[in-house]
């Protein structure tokens, strides 16, 4: 039992846990909410967490005979972590009871387990001691760093104190070996201190006199208490970790300095040098948003590579590419340095020594151990199969490690092999230790975690890469809005699961639920691509049974759709439940949490959306009804029309007759009450005996326009609802800027309301945009090579011009391109910039069938199906759209505050938002050096870029509701 006691001794509560309770307990404030929970591992249950009056928060479930928690605020959020070992791996839990990540030990753990920021860089380490004598450092997010001996068992948690006075600190350990050992930050033994005896105690370290050095102070079983000084290093410095359970309060809780307001380099990761194209990557803290230069450099001998970026955000990002040779070994020199103007604040750097294939070769070794000390603790429907992997590698490693020792004398073909083969040997090892580590930890071969629907789902690599988050989704949303969650499913067993997915329905607070057609269910589903690998991209809906297969030791991804029209304001929640088809009805649950905020999506868009979306000669020509709905569902409001009227002329140039209006009057009866029509090819509809741009031409081609205005008036057409599309993309090629210029002047002669749109591309130069300009009123200057350049010279004259300014991109590889830079982030760019409309080439338009890798540039944004089957982009254009509507409903509402003379504060705040913190958004779109395409990190590292940018897309929609809420709240 575990009972607390007010200051008189008189007892405050009392738990008793069936089973028993074997830990000392950890007490801090999980929650924020300013009272503190105990935690106690039991005999029973890993876990129990009680409330400050002794009431069951939650239990955690599986292995037995926990060690000891600790806390600690491991990603500087301001929340506590718990750690604690579970079997033989560390575990890092949540406030909610949820397994962070674990990482395998080589033993079971007591109460060895310490915080301590071991390399000044401001994030903490964290220190692990097992039963086995097995001592290893790890980061924040559960990276190895380092592992050492202690050549016996130790029971508790090392001390942490720089006892020389250096600056970097010393890790100390008592336990069964009879001496302390005294390790370096990098793990490196430095001395051994005898005790005479074993210890069961942590060694700690206290300052007893002001002008002494640090002493160390250990208790021996024999009933002895041994003190130690280390000579030579002045009075010694900070200490970290001084004793058993931090301090002698014994909460638990890790009191990790706060770091003073600076400048300074927060992560330097040199990357592995793996042989290959590897990444160093460094983030830069910048507290008060100052305009710094990041330069890295990366040396090998007299040959160096240098990279800078410069920014005023508060976290600064750069990354460098390096290449590891497989021939010979390689001393690198990483190097970091961090200047405002020409005042260095801070640098940083660390040398390299590396083994062509040492890294790999270490992991997969690495990974068969894990397997193999895992397979005898994991229960029957994963343990076999973990097992043969352990084998297969034990045996698969001593080949490899020949074939890499003559890698010199390999030839180029063979050396890419090995090289391939080793990196796909590191990965699939990996990822089943991953796998292992995990279903160690849990009670059930099913699992199940929320993720980021934006990044590319990576399968049980996510695992490997640390991706696993609480299971619990989390959507907010503005009324009106179409919003979207995943969910990642994994199967840590040994055989395939068939689970039936149960969801909703979607529930408010209130007790009322919403129609089912408010939650869709989606799976996404990995498809080829241009570049010979797959991209999770398309997302259909469930299929009929509304079940999803996972294969043994392999992972899906469900796709949540929130329609969130007609919900009122408030939480609202949906049980969402797998369930197996298999006779061991294995099951799992989790929540799907939607907020709708009070502010609602603005009924006029206020963002045009354009995508050439050619349907009737596309793959998509059976449906052209589901596909014009599906177009105006994400927000499509301008549409580019191949349906001129035909006509034809004389010799005089005279019109022989009526237009026929008949397919161009079946094109604007389904298209012109959604939008912007853009008439393109209308040149080649007027047929006749002379040449276009003749004067016989020009003169039936004056009469036609003239026709055709008339006959759009008398269907009820403005000049506003649509425009003449001259020619493509002038300046591709030599001749489209006067093809333009032509049919300008014409159609200016014709009727000088008629409006006229053009797409510039970049060998568009200055003079030719200026010719163009009297015959211009929509632009469409094409992002990349106009909108995006540093040289703003031709965008400033196009918006100088006064006319309307859309922008368009049409880059190929699609299926790997960021959901939230190159398409959701494109209408925060036409926010930054002002522009009234986006496009995106193409919606349907391509011979080819997009499920397939057919040898071609990918541009399309859906798959033909049993209907129109969207992809994840498509998904994320339409959510820019909504953002901003959002962003002008946000600036609508500052403007009224503002002209009331209402809460100045929160009209700043909005300013701001709409301002500098929006441009940081849009800078997502092809402006930022993470790129809209994996970079030299992979898919892996645009999982990461992709996470970043979701949480301030997430922040900054939060904050506009947040901010709409102040700014519209009545006042008295």
Known sequence: EVSAKRGDGSEFWNHREEGGLKSAPAVGDLDGDGKPEVLIAGSAVTLLCLDNTGKPLWSMAGTPGAGAPVLADLDGDGTLEILLGVGDALCVIGHDGETRWSVPLSGPMDSGVSVADLDGDGS???????LKGGLAALTAAGQPLWTAEVEGRARRSPSVADLD??????????????????????GELLDRADLGGASNATAAVARLREDEPLTVICPVVTGSLTAFQWVGGGNGGAVLWPEYRFDSLRTGVAKLPKQESRVRITRFDTGRAYVGRNEFSVEVENPKGEKLAVTLEVRQGERGAQKQVEGDAPVLRAAAPYVMGGREEA???????????????ARQSRGLKAAPFAAELAEVGLAALRMETLAGTLPADSAPGVEREALYWQAKLPGLRERASAA??????????LTAELARARADAGRMAAVAALRAASDSPLHLRAANPWATFGGMDELLEGRVAPPEMRVGAFSGEIESGALNVFNLGGAPMTLRVEAGPLT??????????????REAVAVPTQMSDTAADAIPLLNQAGTVMVPAFDARQLYFEVETKGLAPGEWGAELRLRGLDTAATEAKTTLRLTVWPAALPEKQTLGLCHWGYVHSSMLKDMPEAALADQVRHGTNVFVGLFPPRGEFDADGNLTGPLDFSKHDDYLDQHAQHGLILFYTYDSALKGPAEKFSDTWNRAHVAYLRAWVEHLKARGMDYADWALYTIDEPGLRDGLVDIHNKLGKLAREADPAIRIYTDPVGDASLEDLQSMAPYTDIWCPHRNTIVNKPDTTKLDFIKSTGGTVFTYECQDNVKHRSPLGYYRGQAWLAWMHGFKAVGFWAYCTSQYDPWFNNGEAEYLLIYPGDGVVPSKRWHAVRDGI??????SALRDAADAAEAAGRNPEAVAEARRLLGADATVIARFCGLDDDGETPGPGGLAGQRRVEDRRWKAVQEARAETARLLAELTRETH
């Open 124 to 130: 903490p380490e964290i220190i692990v001691v097992d």
């Open 165 to 186: 006075g250096d600056g970097s600190p010393e890790i100390l350990v008592a336990g069964y070996s009879g001496a302390v050992h005294v390790f370096n930050a990098k």
């Open 331 to 345: 001393e690198l020199v990483f190097e970091c340095v961090v200047r405002r103007g020409d005042e260095e604040l």
């Open 408 to 417: 010199a004398l390999l030839s180029s073909g063979e050396l890419n092999a």
């Open 508 to 521: 408010h607070t209130d007790g009322s639920t919403a129609p089912a057609s408010a939650l869709i269910v």
């Open 882 to 887: 909504e953002d901003h509507a959002m962003l």
